[in-house]
C-alpha cells in the first residue's frame, strides 16, 4: 500500500439540493454526474470547465514519486479517468463538447450520482486527511461509518498493518478509495440489509 498523504482538491460550497440517489437525471434538473475522461486529461478538462462556469469536482489525493535521484510530491486524480460535474442533461453539451470528455457515464442515458456520496467525498478530502486509490471490490466484511465527515456511507473493512482501513466504492463508475478509520468509528452491516453503498 503506497504511503497515504494529505491532500483535498478544489472545493466549492457544499449543496444541501444534490442529496439523492443514484438515477437517470431529469433533463432540467441540475445534478451531480461522472464525466468519463482519456487517460491523463482530468486536470486540463477540469481548467476549461472552470474557464466555461461549469461547477466540477475532481477529487486529488497527493502522493509521493520517486526517481532516481530524487522524489517529489504530485497532486493524481482519485478516480483516474473520470471527474464529476454539477449539469442538467439539457445543458450537458457544455461539458461533452470539450476536447477529452468521452461521455457522461450511464446507459441508455446518463445515471446521477448520488448527491451524498459526492459531498461526503467532498468534506472529507477538504479535510486533508489520507486517502488514496483502491482496486473496485465487492466482497468482504460490509461495514457502515458512524461518525465523521463519511458518516452514513458503506464501505469494505480491511486491516492493514496496525490500522483499520475503508475501501468505500463509487459503484456508478466502478472506482474506489481507501480510507483509515477508528474501528470505533464503525458499525457491521448485517447480512439482511447489505446495500450497495451507491445506490
Not at 475522461?37 to 476549461?48: G, L, Q, V
Request: include cysteine; hydrophobic fraction near 40%.
Amino acid at each position: 500500500m503506497a504511503e497515504l498523504l494529505h491532500f483535498s482538491g478544489p472545493l466549492t460550497p457544499l449543496r444541501s439540493d444534490s442529496r439523492h440517489s443514484a438515477d437517470v437525471g431529469v433533463s432540467g434538473e441540475p445534478r451531480w454526474y461522472a464525466a468519463y475522461t482519456r487517460f491523463r486529461c482530468e486536470k486540463h478538462i477540469a481548467e476549461m470547465l472552470d474557464y466555461r462556469g461549469v461547477e466540477h469536482y475532481l477529487p486529488l489525493y497527493e502522493t509521493v514519486h520517486r526517481w532516481k535521484n530524487r522524489s517529489a510530491r504530485v497532486q493524481l486524480p482519485l478516480f483516474p479517468s473520470y471527474l464529476f460535474v454539477y449539469t442538467s442533461l439539457q445543458d450537458r453539451m457544455r461539458t461533452l463538447a470539450l476536447p477529452g470528455v468521452i461521455g457522461l457515464v450511464g446507459h441508455p442515458s446518463p445515471m446521477a450520482l448520488n448527491g451524498q456520496e459526492v459531498e461526503a467525498i467532498r468534506k472529507y478530502l477538504s479535510q486533508r486527511l489520507p486517502v488514496q486509490p483502491h482496486p473496485y471490490i465487492t466482497q468482504g466484511k460490509r461495514v457502515r461509518i458512524r461518525t465523521g465527515p463519511l458518516a452514513g456511507l458503506e464501505g469494505f473493512v480491511l486491516r492493514r498493518r496496525s490500522a483499520w482501513c475503508v475501501v468505500i466504492n463509487v459503484d456508478l463508475i466502478h472506482r474506489s478509495m481507501i480510507v483509515q478509520i477508528d474501528a470505533s468509528h464503525l458499525e457491521l452491516v448485517p447480512n439482511a440489509s447489505l446495500r450497495r453503498s451507491a445506490t
